[in-house]
């Protein structure tokens, strides 16, 4: 089973940019497809970006779509989220996320999909 910490986050004024990275341990990284995912205070948990287990592919929903990029390299087990022009509204606190694949280039979209999580790493954006 892998193992998840988030690095990073906190506090930002509108306009912006912060980075998270997620380390991996416990297992082979590059078995599994990864995501980020965001839950506001009162709010369901959301999508960020999902990428596949290789890196080439990446998903972004249109909340953050041209804002963030998300990365990963897999000989040093992270994968990271650039997120650029940052908006009050994006204040959350921030997962990654991680699931096993036999598929090298599928990435997965739902909070369901993935079964392990790193514990959240908070980001503020003041206006």
């Known amino acids: 089973q892998v193992q998840l910490v988030e690095s990073g986050g906190g506090l930002v004024q509108a306009g912006g940019s912060l980075s998270l990275s997620c380390a991996a341990s416990?297992?082979?990284?590059?078995?599994?497809?990864m995501g980020w995912f965001r839950q506001a205070p009162g709010k369901e948990r959301e999508l960020v970006a999902a990428?596949?287990?290789?890196?080439?592919?990446?998903y972004y929903p249109d909340s953050v779509k041209g804002r963030c990029t998300t990365s990963r390299d897999n000989a040093k087990s992270t994968v990271h989220l650039q997120m650029n022009s940052l908006k009050p509204e994006d204040t959350a606190v921030y997962y990654c996320?991680?699931?096993?694949?036999?598929?090298?280039?599928?990435?997965?979209?739902?909070?369901?999909?993935?079964?392990?999580w790193g514990q959240g790493a908070q980001v503020t954006v003041s206006s």
């Open positions: 416990g297992d082979t990284f590059s078995n599994y497809a």
């Open positions: 990428i596949t287990r290789t890196g080439y592919g990446t």
């Open positions: 996320a991680g699931t096993a694949s036999v598929l090298q280039n599928r990435y997965f979209f739902k909070t369901t999909d993935y079964g392990f």
